[in-house]
């Protein structure tokens, strides 16, 4: 299993940025994969997810900003994350598991993380 993100950078507050994750060697079925974001000085928090069905949920400090997205062909997750604050500032994680695990906040998978920052 293998995640690679992209899309890293820095903005000023009030703009927006996409998030990619390529995903691959996944198997099986119950699959959520998620973002997760770690801000400077403070524990990991996660940020979004989707299910193999499409169903969303998002961390109430993100909702109406930010959408996650699954393309089941190209085997992409991205994250559309528009009116960026100040605190949405960190280090952003694709992950992907079993939604149980996923939703608890201990996914198995991994990427290796892309910085973005807000000022």
């Known amino acids: 299993v293998q995640l690679v993100e992209s899309g890293r950078g820095s903005v000023q507050a009030g703009g927006s940025l996409r998030l990619s994750c390529a995903a691959s060697g996944f198997t099986g079925s119950n699959i959520c994969m998620g973002w997760f974001r770690r801000p400077p000085g403070k524990e990991r928090e996660g940020v979004a997810a989707?299910?193999?069905?499409?169903?969303?949920r998002y961390a109430d400090s993100v909702k109406g900003r930010f959408t996650i997205s699954k393309d089941n062909v190209k085997n992409t997750l991205t994250l559309q994350m528009n009116s960026l604050k100040f605190e949405d500032t960190g280090l952003y994680y694709c992950?992907?598991?079993?939604?149980?695990?996923?939703?608890?906040?201990?996914?198995?998978?991994w990427g290796q993380g892309t910085q973005v920052t807000v000022s």
């Open positions: 989707i299910d193999d069905y499409g169903g969303t």
């Open positions: 992950a992907a598991d079993r939604c149980k695990l996923l939703v608890a906040g201990a996914p198995t998978f």
